[in-house]
């Protein structure tokens, strides 16, 4: 019997549950023609729509699951005739039917894989986004958020989100259609977990935003890259914000959000790592945050670590970051103008504790002078407990801690209240063993001397009474030696002290070759009186007056004009002689050295000049090749004898290599304080010794 015959047996006996077979049959068949088809469906409509809108676009594949309630599209990408527009790996959507009957859609999951994508934005505000042209329609919205309201609005739930491979591109044009941005970027992963709520039938004031977050966020691989430039503006390695809570915009707590390493702004032609980035830090640690009101920010702990910076001025003057600033084309001035808004509350913002610690370098150079300056500063501890915008009567305590070039620290300890209003200021600082031949540079050029030795010590006292400063800053210069360049800057620094700068130095001098000056900080912190060179020339000429009524009137030296003045105040020892062209210091060295150390230790007030030469001997050990056509028995024709500038630097290595091991020794084996050892500018002489000189 066949399956017909059967069937009309089976509807003769039973008419009603062949009735019900029939339609449930035609059901399964119509739902797997949909299945079939939708997939085709959705395909075709998209791309025709795409098409459309000028993106040629193609699908690999669209994949569906009525039941299940999950979407996938596969393989996708479309570009406009300009060639801008999107690439897809994978996109996978699951989420719940039955909450659809309350409104409410939850998602369970997102997923996106491998996903390129264009954005351009324009001044006007129209965008294109994947290729396709967004006009601007402000007026449109505006209407449909009205037709909106009409109706009862719809919850969303996101639960899971996670993209990888993600690489969009970013360009920005100015009111002249010109490109002023162009960057691409680059995510290894974003992943989300937990709930995102946005609940606009909850009954909330308007300022309030119906939005409910809990979960943590993970972000692995950040890299964005200026295109123009062809280097990188920012690199992160990862950033974790865990246990996010918020109840609207009015209560916002983050447990901690951590971030390692990052650099921004790499330099386009970085001679060491310490130049790479214009700033770059290891780790970044908030713990906790929360937000109150819109209006109230209180931060547990900022812990930073690990911080480097180079900033940098070329030779025009312009700053090292100013490539990065785009040249924006400004449209009229009116059409930027915003009305002020009106704040009724002040903004409040407590912080329990700042820690900022690096063993990395703060670098400042300075290519605009005739010779380079070069700032730097190292192994950086600051700590700031307790500030409060709040609470403006209660102090803040700020304890800092630094390195400054070699062998120069500087320490700061003070407490600080009101902030925001007319701040009182109680703490003492100090500056030890700062070598002034960093300055050489700027002196050279500004007041026509150089530097050839000289280190600083500063004794700070801070004191600030409701913005008024009464501060002082003891200053002892030690060692101090300063060489005309310029004899037109000379005269004209001279004017300012009203005698020969070395010779009002000289003046100054205690026994151990010493220079102390008081200079009072004074006048209102909001437009203090206070220029330091005309303060330090003040304080320098009442001192120098001083002086000479007290101590060189009665000898009759101020009749003796210049000549007394450049009198020799240092008391110099047995040089320490090297062999020629060798820096390492030998046992007879050490013994030599040793009996110093021991007078350093007697003499706690005494501090050393070390200044490190190199002469003819070094040539003929170093370079023989120099002196092929030259009688080595005559040594006025060694002395002679022609130096490069290649030839010249190695020489001044050689002697600064011979001062550098001479203070290593000293400080490294014998203890003394390396604040009480300063070494001079590297000099070749032929005549000269072949080793380091040591004076008081």
């Given amino acids: 019997m066949t399956f017909t015959e059967r069937y009309k047996q089976y509807s003769q006996s039973r008419p009603w549950r062949a009735r019900v077979l029939v339609v449930f049959l035609s059901l399964i068949i119509a739902l797997s023609l949909v299945r079939i088809s939708l997939p085709f469906v959705i395909s075709y409509s998209a791309t025709s729509w795409l098409e459309s809108e000028g993106v040629n676009a193609n699908i690999g594949g669209i994949e569906i699951s009525l039941i299940g309630g999950s979407f996938s599209i596969i393989d996708a990408a479309g570009k406009n005739h300009e060639g801008k527009g999107f690439t897809l790996g994978r996109l996978d959507i699951a989420w719940q039917w039955q909450p659809l009957f309350n409104r409410t859609i939850i998602v369970d999951t997102i997923e996106i894989s491998s996903l390129s994508l264009d954005l351009l934005l324009y001044d006007n505000g129209a965008m294109n986004i994947a290729g396709l042209a967004i006009k601007k329609t402000g007026d449109e919205i505006q209407a449909g958020a009205a037709e909106s309201a009409t109706t009862a609005p719809w919850d969303i739930v996101l639960k899971s989100i996670v993209f990888s491979d993600i690489n969009p591109c970013l360009q920005n044009f100015d009111s002249g259609l010109k490109l002023v941005v162009d960057y691409c970027g680059k995510l290894a992963k974003f992943d989300w977990q937990g709930d995102i709520s946005f609940k606009p039938s909850s009954q909330l004031p308007t300022t309030d935003l119906p939005l409910y977050v809990k979960g943590t966020l993970g972000i692995n691989d950040i890299t964005l890259h200026n ?82 910076v180079y900033l940098a001025i070329n030779d025009a003057g312009e700053m090292n970051f ?49 010779e380079h300056f070069t700032a730097d500063i190292h192994d950086i501890d600051l700590r700031l407990e307790q ?35 007319r701040p009182v200021i109680n703490g003492a600082g100090e500056i030890a063993g700062f070598d002034l031949k ?44 300063l060489k005309t360049l310029s004899k037109e800057e000379a005269e004209k620094i001279n004017s300012e002290f009203g005698l020969p700068l070395n010779s009002s130095l000289s003046l100054l001098r205690d026994k151990n070759n010493t220079i102390s000056l008081d200079i009072p900080v004074t006048g209102d912190i909001e437009n203090p009186e206070f220029n330091p060179r005309d303060a330090i020339v003040t304080a320098t000429s009442k001192a120098i007056s001083t002086a000479v009524i007290h101590y060189y009137t009665p000898f009759g030296l101020i009749l003796a004009a210049g000549a007394l003045f450049d009198l020799a105040t240092a008391l110099r020892f047995d040089p320490v002689l090297f062999e020629a062209g060798k820096s390492e210091l030998t046992s007879a060295h050490e013994e030599q050295l040793g009996k110093l150390a021991s007078l350093m230790i007697e003499r706690p007030g005494i501090h050393l000049t070390l200044c490190g030469i190199s002469n003819s001997a070094d040539i003929a050990t170093l370079f023989p090749e120099l002196l092929q056509d030259i009688d080595t028995s005559r040594k006025q024709q060694i002395d002679t004898v022609p130096v490069s500038d290649q030839t010249l630097a190695v020489l001044k290595q050689l002697a600064e290599s011979r001062s550098s091991n001479v203070k290593n020794y000293i400080v490294g084996e014998k203890g003394a304080a390396a604040s009480r050892l300063i070494e001079c500018d590297p000099e070749y002489s032929a005549a000269e010794i072949s080793g380091v000189n040591i004076s008081i």
Wanted: hydrophobic content about 40%; overall charge neutral.
């Fill in 387 to 421: 500030f409060n915008t709040a609470a403006p009567e209660k102090s803040s305590h700020i304890v800092l801690g630094l390195a400054i070039g070699k062998h120069g620290r500087f320490k700061l300890d003070s407490n600080v209240s009101d902030f925001t209003g």
């Fill in 438 to 481: 960093m300055f050489a540079p700027l002196t050279k050029q500004y007041i026509g001397h150089n530097i050839k030795s000289g280190q600083l010590d500063v004794d700070l006292k801070i004191k600030v009474d409701k913005g008024i400063i009464d501060s002082k800053m003891g200053l002892a210069l030690h060692q101090l030696e």
């Fill in 322 to 370: 100013k490539a990065w600033v785009p040249d924006v084309q400004k449209g009229p001035s009116g059409s930027e103008q915003e009305e002020p808004g009106v704040i009724s509350d002040p903004f409040v913002f407590a912080l329990e504790e700042f820690k900022f610690t690096t063993r990395q370098h703060i670098i400042f150079v300075d290519n605009s002078l005739k």
């Fill in 227 to 308: 295109n123009h430039l062809k280097r990188d503006l920012l690199n992160v390695d990862t950033i974790a914000v865990n246990q996010i809570d918020i109840e609207t915009s009015a209560n916002i707590n983050i447990n901690n959000i951590g971030i390692t390493k990052l650099a921004a702004l790499h330099q386009a032609a970085p001679t060491s790592v310490n130049d790479r980035y214009l700033l770059a830090f290891d780790n970044l640690n908030i713990t906790p945050l929360n937000f109150r009101q819109s209006r109230q920010l209180s931060i547990g702990t900022i812990d930073l670590q690990g911080t480097s």
